[in-house]
């Protein structure tokens, strides 16, 4: 299977490095806030919002409290300066070379633009790292210029930022906008463990643990930060009782898995995925019917590379950060993710949806139209369950798809023309599978449970001539926060389709429906209705039925399949005979 990480941290290494390039007025020293935690301070911007950084939600995840679920923080009496972020969570760390040059030259920049970019991402320096990294940014309009709650309670929203669940941070610049907040949310950003640090799975740890499991580290981390929403909002003027999360990419997978996830059950009332479900992630702690790697797998493999044998708990949390680190390979990070270990999660995201076996809340849920342009040609493969589908020839094309769609290969390689045009239908392929199918499943069931459900197809496409990247992977992000790199062009539809997209943003927020006054109506699910968000092409903002139904379809068929192979065999599930393209 394709293994996605490494080129999605290069994504993020090169977009951190540009987006600095905007000259960012400076903020004024904000009042003392009283919290239940203790005194904080943090700054106001220049728009009015107060903006508390690098608060702690939990007890640093070091030394002895390695690869253990997370501890509350502890209070203080002294004022905490939240006037700065907080350290990133270890991760690998990654140049933006080819993958730059692939992002400049499918914009179409003109010359000097490319050579400000280049210049921005090679002087920005690295961010500290730490294992000491369990922290979170408030960004508040509700507050007075004494610190003072000045109005009712708002509608909180909390950012699970992407990256593979192995890179990224909360503290990310096109994170920490205004725009949101200034539309009246309460604005949460936070850090949680990433690739072995969050997602370790090893026999000696599980032994070591009183719940005789291991991993999942970085999903209770999330859980222990929406918690300290839970005891701590009110403070900064937001309501606990009405709070939205919402991530991209990995941050939307981890929206899944906060919905799948029983401890997370009433920490949040509505979910938003962009470009993500976790619902073909397919690990086990051990045993693996698939050639996805399982928990164990990746521990024993990263064991091996940090020159161990047979490791105690203790001698794994005496390695250093920095070994393990450097010993982290890309083979190993796939077995990084969410596992099915009985206790954080007793089911697979994608069994749990398929039993109505989720906290159930109102879900808004898109992909982007073009997401794999920034992925497919480091990675020229269209699906995620098998290497090497061959570039040429039809029947060799059959061959490596049919183990796995059955009769319906034949189907996806005339529907994608893979045998006529690789590349293009190969791109559209791999970012329907890996994004478009499974944020539809999740739109499919929720609906199916009668509760509020809305999908999008992001279509808008970068305003220059001879762009050939299309509407990418994480390009509606600069949209919903409000920060756009301005640098890779931007019109005046842009300026209008990202209001629209905050406005529809924060009115699901406050009360689980998007529509509101002036805005073009987007519908419901139910029947098949997507709402198209589109910039600079042919194509208009509104709703359209079924968008690429047939291909969806094919695509979901091989979801099916594999999610029955690693259903449990005690457990009965739905056959792939469900699927509208069984055969």
Same mark, same amino acid.
Request: net charge negative; proline share 7%.
């Given at each position: ?310 490791? @105690? +708990?203790?001698? *794994?949390?005496?390695? =250093? ?7 982290? $390979? /890309? &083979? ?114 929720? @609906? +199916?449970?009668? *509760?509020?459900?809305? =999908? ?7 305003? $220059? /001539? &001879? ?117």
């Amino acid at each position: 299977m394709i293994r996605k990480p490494f080129l999605l941290i290069t994504l993020f290494s090169t977009l951190y490095g540009i987006f600095w390039l905007a000259a960012l007025p400076r903020d004024r020293e904000g009042p003392v806030l009283s919290t239940p935690q203790g005194p904080v301070q943090g700054v106001i911007t220049p728009n009015g919002i107060h903006n508390f950084m690098g608060i702690p939600f939990a007890k640093p995840p070091v030394d002895e409290l390695r690869w253990k679920p997370p501890l509350k923080s502890e209070s203080w009496s002294q004022v905490h300066d939240a006037t700065s972020f907080g350290n990133m969570c270890m991760q690998p760390s990654a140049s933006g070379g080819t993958f730059l040059d692939l992002m400049i030259e499918r914009h179409g920049l003109s010359t000097p633009r490319k050579t400000l970019i280049r210049w921005a991402v090679n002087a920005s320096g690295p961010s500290t790292m730490s294992e000491d990294c369990l922290y979170l940014n408030v960004r508040t309009p509700n507050l007075d210029n004494s610190g003072n709650v000045k109005g009712g309670p708002r509608p909180v929203m909390v950012w699970i930022h992407g990256g593979g669940h192995q890179f990224g941070s909360g503290d990310f610049p096109m994170y920490q906008g205004d725009a949101l907040p200034m539309k009246g949310v309460v604005l949460v950003t936070i850090n949680y463990r990433l690739g072995a640090f969050g997602y370790l799975a090893h026999p000696a740890l599980s032994a070591d643990d009183f719940r005789g499991v291991s991993g999942n580290y970085g999903t209770l981390d999330q859980i222990a930060a929406l918690e300290w929403v839970r005891d701590n909002i009110s403070a900064y003027g937001g309501d606990p009782n009405n709070v939205t999360i919402f991530g991209e990419s990995a941050g939307a997978w981890s929206v899944t898995e906060m919905m799948s996830a029983p401890a997370a059950r009433g920490l949040f009332h509505k979910a938003i995925g962009q470009s993500g479900a976790s619902t073909y992630h397919l690990g086990q702690m051990s045993e693996e019917p698939t050639d996805w790697l399982s928990g164990y797998e990746g521990g024993l493999m990263l064991e091996s590379a940090i020159g161990l044998s047979n490791p @105690s +708990a203790e001698d *794994l949390r005496n390695v =250093s950060a920095k070994q393990i680190n450097d010993s982290v $390979n /890309e &083979e190993m990070a796939w077995a990084f993710h969410h596992i099915r270990d009985g206790v954080v999660f007793p089911k697979n995201v994608g069994h749990a949806f398929q039993d109505n076996d989720y906290y159930a809340v109102p879900t808004l849920f898109g992909y982007n139209s073009d997401e794999a342009t920034v992925f497919f040609p480091g990675d020229e493969n269209p699906t995620v369950w098998t290497k090497d589908v061959p570039k040429e020839g039809r029947s060799a094309q059959i061959a490596a798809l049919r183990p796995h769609y059955d009769k319906n290969a034949e189907k996806l390689i005339d529907i994608y023309s893979l045998d006529m045009d690789f590349t293009t239908g190969g791109e559209q392929m791999m970012g329907d599978e890996i994004f478009g199918v499974n944020v539809r499943f999740i739109s499919k069931i929720n @609906s +199916a449970r009668g *509760l509020p459900a809305y =999908s999008f197809i992001f279509t808008r496409v970068p305003p $220059n /001539e &001879e762009q050939t990247i299309g509407a990418f992977h994480f390009a509606e992000t600069q949209f919903v926060f409000g920060t756009p790199q301005k640098i890779f062009g931007w019109s005046d539809e842009d300026e209008q389709l990202a209001e629209l997209m905050q406005n529809y943003w924060v009115n699901f927020a406050t009360n689980g429906n998007p529509n509101g006054e002036g805005l073009p109506e987007w519908p419901e699910y139910e029947n098949g209705t997507w709402m198209q968000l589109a910039a600079n092409d042919e194509l208009r903002t509104g709703a359209i039925s079924n968008h690429r139904q047939e291909k969806l379809d094919l695509l979901e068929y091989g979801l099916l399949k594999k999610l029955n192979v690693i259903r449990p065999q005690s457990s009965q599930g739905p056959d792939v005979a469900g699927s509208p393209s069984a055969e």
